[in-house]
């Protein structure tokens, strides 16, 4: 039974429809949802370290995701920061440390030389992750 789901979204429509299924698992299942965003750590070695939103950036996206979790009837909702170099490791350890049972995502439309190059969080997520994931187009 899913007791703790976790959502990582980074404002993009893709993690807007990860959100959506979460919210609606949350909601069928009287789960707690934690929403986190990956705030990715850029620079360091010879300069400072940079991330890539801004600390109020951040809340504001948290603060909408949680709205719209909530107006889609999730009524356990909490958020979190995560700040690292690397998306798919951050969520994973996150997971973790959390007790998630279930990680509920986004995915992009990545393909060809581009999906090679850059990757896919999802898919190294749903990969790597000790838990149920649940990627969502």
């Known amino acids: ?48 370290t940079i991330n890539h939103w801004k600390d109020d950036e951040a809340a504001a996206l948290l603060d909408k995701a949680e709205a719209d979790a909530k107006a889609a009837g999730a009524t356990d909702v909490g958020t979190a920061v995560l700040i690292s170099r690397t998306a798919g490791p951050a969520i994973i350890t996150y997971a973790e440390e959390v007790g998630a049972d279930h990680i509920v995502m986004g995915t992009g ?9 850059l990757g896919s ?5 749903a990969g790597q992750a000790g838990c149920s994931v649940t990627v969502a187009r």
């Open 1 to 48: 039974m899913t007791k703790k789901i976790l959502c990582p979204v980074d404002g993009s429509d893709h993690a807007a429809v990860g959100l959506a299924q979460a919210a609606e698992l949350a909601r069928l299942t009287g789960a707690h949802l934690t929403i986190c965003a990956v705030n990715l750590a850029i620079g360091g070695a010879r300069g400072p």
């Open 109 to 117: 439309d990545k393909r060809g030389v581009k999906r090679l190059v």
């Open 121 to 125: 969080v999802a898919a190294e997520v």
